[in-house]
C-alpha cells in the first residue's frame, strides 16, 4: 500500500527560497513516476514537476522551470522539491502523487503541505 505524507510547507516572501518534502512508502523500483501537484484556492489541482522513479528523468510546468528542482532519493523513498525564487502564483496546498504505470493518471496523494508565498 503506497501512502505519501508531504512536509515542508510554511509562509515565505516573494523572492524565497523553500524545500518540500514527501516521504513514500510503498514504492517500488516499478513505480514509474512521482510527482508534485498544486492546489490554489478555488481551482483544480495542477500539475507542477515529476521524476521518473527509476530513471530520474525531471518533468516540469512552464510556470516553474528554471526556479524549481526535482530530486528523489530511491533508497530512501523520498521525493523533493526546491523552490528558488518565489512568487505569489506558487501558493497553494502541494501534494505528491504517484504514477504507477505510464499513462496511469497520479493517485495516493497525501495530504499536503501549504505554500504561501507573501508579497
Known amino acids: 500500500q503506497v501512502q505519501l505524507v508531504e512536509s515542508g510547507g510554511r509562509s515565505v516572501q516573494v523572492g524565497d527560497s523553500l524545500t518540500l518534502s514527501c516521504a513514500a512508502s510503498?514504492?517500488?523500483?516499478?513505480?514509474?513516476?512521482l510527482g508534485w501537484f498544486r492546489q490554489a484556492p478555488g481551482e483544480e489541482r495542477k500539475f507542477v514537476s515529476a521524476v521518473r522513479w527509476s530513471e530520474g528523468t525531471p518533468y516540469y510546468a512552464n510556470s516553474v522551470k528554471g526556479r524549481f528542482t526535482v530530486s528523489r532519493d530511491v533508497a530512501k523513498n523520498t521525493l523533493a522539491l526546491q523552490m528558488n525564487s518565489l512568487k505569489p502564483e506558487d501558493t497553494g496546498i502541494y501534494y505528491c502523487?504517484?504514477?504507477?504505470?505510464?499513462?496511469?493518471?497520479?493517485?495516493?496523494w497525501g495530504r499536503g503541505t501549504q505554500v504561501t508565498v507573501i508579497s
Open positions: 502523487g504517484v504514477q504507477t504505470s505510464v499513462g496511469e493518471p497520479y493517485g495516493f
Open positions: 510503498g514504492v517500488t523500483a516499478s513505480t514509474f513516476a
